[in-house]
């Protein structure tokens, strides 16, 4: 065997080598891919039903709270601007720490995101 022909097998085999590390790692990242997609879908989802129910619960607290502040000032009307008072004062607290906010969610999605 000559050395040139050594040179080619040598080289074919770095070759075959080369491609099947390219078809490895391609395979890995479909499959990373795939679990992240799966897993993001599965917490956005999650996020929409919770929040789904949370907004309800709040909705429904909400009225039983009209009514019971309506039944102890003797008016509806006042209680209403008593209760939207209370959440524009939540919202506004609620927009002073959305950097916060913000940041914890992104710890948390980058904790899974990145794993």
Request: charged content about 15%; hydrophobic content about 55%; proline content about 0%.
């Amino acid at each position: 065997m000559s050395v040139i022909e050594s040179l080619n097998d040598t080289s074919n085999k770095a070759v075959d080598t080369g491609q099947q590390l390219y078809e490895k790692t391609r395979e890995y990242y479909k499959l990373k891919i795939f679990q992240q997609l799966a897993m993001t879908t599965g917490m956005f989802g999650k996020m929409f039903l919770i929040g789904s129910l949370l907004l309800l619960a709040m909705i429904f607290f909400m009225v039983a709270g009209v009514v019971y502040l309506g039944q102890v000032l003797g008016s509806v009307a006042l209680a209403c601007i008593v209760m939207g008072m209370f959440l524009l004062i939540v919202a506004a607290i609620t927009f002073k720490v959305r950097k916060r906010i913000d940041n914890a969610i992104v710890k948390k999605l980058s904790v899974k995101f990145f794993d």
